[in-house]
T-cell receptor, first 111, second 114 residues
Framework: GENVEQHPSTLSVQEGDSAVIKCTYSDSASNYFPWYKQELGKRPQLIIDIRSNVGEKKDQRIAVTLNKTAKHFSLHITETQPEDSAVYFCAASTNNNDMRFGAGTRLTVKP | ETGVTQTPRHLVMGMTNKKSLKCEQHLGHNAMYWYKQSAKKPLELMFVYNFKEQTENNSVPSRFSPECPNSSHLFLHLHTLQPEDSALYLC?????????????FGEGSRLTVL
């Protein structure tokens, strides 16, 4: 089955700096790669996703890149703000509705 | 309100009890999921149902028994659990058609096994 690795497990940045979180996956059949944000005590919520026919996608301060050949994808957050502090999860899924998640990255943005 | 409702939100049970977790979605989705979230293994996939049929059982112990009577409802029946089963159990749904898509999560059921 799919195995998703995520790094780093914790990340601390100064407000205004950029944050980058990286993930790798093992199943070449995976074609959907979402990123979820989970604030303390709340449910995970989708912030951005990318499909395998696209190499990069951007939504305001958030961007995701995908390298299918190397089986890795990354989340980039620019101009970080304290409200970006949360746990971020990457995930990978095939057409079989079998989404598997990375172990999560706890991002802390210091004011 | 994301349209996925879980009850109860908190549950404390002894190892010999039988209890059930309930999930209901009002999004018209066809796929429903159970995930276990603990400090040791965040967001671990347990079960997937697609059009009421179980399509994934991620080597989950038989003390967890899922039930999906229709595309809107999903249950997780719990029996003779262990303390290490204490975790947040998250239900999710997705459109289910054409394969992969965004998961919509419920608030979760926080389970404590004494």
């Amino acid at each position: 089955g799919e195995n998703v690795e995520q790094h780093p497990s914790t990340l601390s940045v100064q407000e205004g700096d950029s944050a980058v979180i990286k993930c790798t996956y093992s199943d070449s059949a995976s074609n959907y790669f979402p990123w979820y944000k989970q604030e303390l005590g709340k449910r995970p919520q989708l912030i951005i996703d990318i499909r395998s026919n696209v190499g990069e996608k951007k939504d305001q301060r958030i961007a995701v890149t995908l390298n299918k050949t190397a089986k890795h994808f990354s989340l980039h957050i620019t101009e970080t703000q304290p409200e970006d502090s949360a746990v971020y999860f990457c995930a990978a899924s095939t057409n079989n509705n079998d989404m598997r998640f990375g172990a999560g990255t706890r991002l802390t943005v210091k004011p | 309100e994301t349209g996925v409702t879980q009850t109860p939100r908190h549950l404390v049970m002894g190892m010999t009890n039988k209890k059930s977790l309930k999930c209901e979605q009002h999004l018209g989705h066809n796929a429903m999921y159970w995930y276990k979230q603990s400090a040791k293994k965040p967001l671990e996939l347990m079960f997937v149902y697609n059009f009421k049929e179980q399509t994934e059982n991620n080597s989950v112990p038989s003390r967890f028994s899922p039930e999906c009577p229709n595309s809107s409802h999903l249950f997780l029946h719990l029996h003779t659990l262990q303390p290490e089963d204490s975790a947040l159990y998250l239900c999710a749904s997705s459109p289910g058609q054409g394969g992969s898509g965004e998961l919509f999560f419920g608030e979760g059921s926080r389970l404590t096994v004494l």
